[in-house]
């Protein structure tokens, strides 16, 4: 996991900020290895994977187009 999906800087106020992203408050640990059954997920818990795999998604678009704009043929001058 890349650090950058779990923490989001939002570009109007440049502080951190949880955009759709892993809540830390909800985390219930990491299994132990006398946990042997298998670990059901709620609805909830896939709704919130959903919109992460969604928010990462939105991410690379967006850092997509800045990068085909950042590095797109300038454009031709008009001849004098």
């Known amino acids: ?5 779990l923490f989001y800087i939002d570009a109007s106020t440049r502080h ?14 990491a299994l132990k ?10 609805l909830q818990q896939i709704n919130e994977l959903r919109k992460g795999s969604e928010a990462h998604i939105l991410e690379q ?8 704009k950042m590095y ?7 001849a004098a």
């Open 1 to 5: 996991m890349i650090l950058r999906e």
């Open 16 to 29: 951190v900020a949880n955009d759709m992203r892993y809540n830390p408050t909800r985390d219930q640990g």
């Open 33 to 42: 290895k006398s946990d042997t059954r298998k670990v059901r997920l709620s």
């Open 61 to 68: 678009e967006t850092e997509l187009a800045f990068i085909n």
């Open 72 to 78: 797109a043929k300038p454009p031709v001058a008009p």
